[in-house]
């Protein structure tokens, strides 16, 4: 009478090759996932930060149009005034005429948003225009330029 043979490890292997097969399927899963991170969700989601960004200047340049607004609605609009409303915004002056009609002021203005890799800028100059007498009923005119303007240098 023969004896049936015996496998002694192959009942052994079992739970080995299913955690083996977890780990493979684990592993082509993070695979996919940086994959389509890195060729699909990465890329749009620094073009959504530069909207945002861009966003941020425009939302920016309309306060600052309202804060002119406000500020020529008593009749007067001074260069301590337009620099206060500017200067308390991410932007800087860069001309003001005070003389003319309409009396225009040109600002450099940014705006930041946070990216992928970091933080995403965006900056614009704007031409806000108030046509003279001011008063109460002053409308600003914001107009984005297709350039900045020179800043104006320091004079000694």
Known sequence: MTQPTVRRGSRGFRPVGWALGAVLVLAL?????????????????????????????????????RGLADRAADGSLTRAEIDDVVGHRPASVLSVQLADNPLTVVAKVHGVASGPAGSVGSTRCY????????????????????SCPPEPTATS
């Not at 899963?29 to 930060?49: D, Q, Y």
């Open 29 to 65: 899963l993070v695979i996919g996932a940086v994959i389509w991170f890195f060729g699909f969700a990465w890329p749009h989601s620094g073009s959504t930060a530069q909207r945002s960004a861009d966003d941020q200047t425009r939302a920016v340049a309309a306060d600052i149009s």
């Open 127 to 146: 031409q806000f225009t108030v046509p003279t007498p001011v008063g109460p009923s002053s409308q600003v005119d914001t107009v984005p330029l297709a």
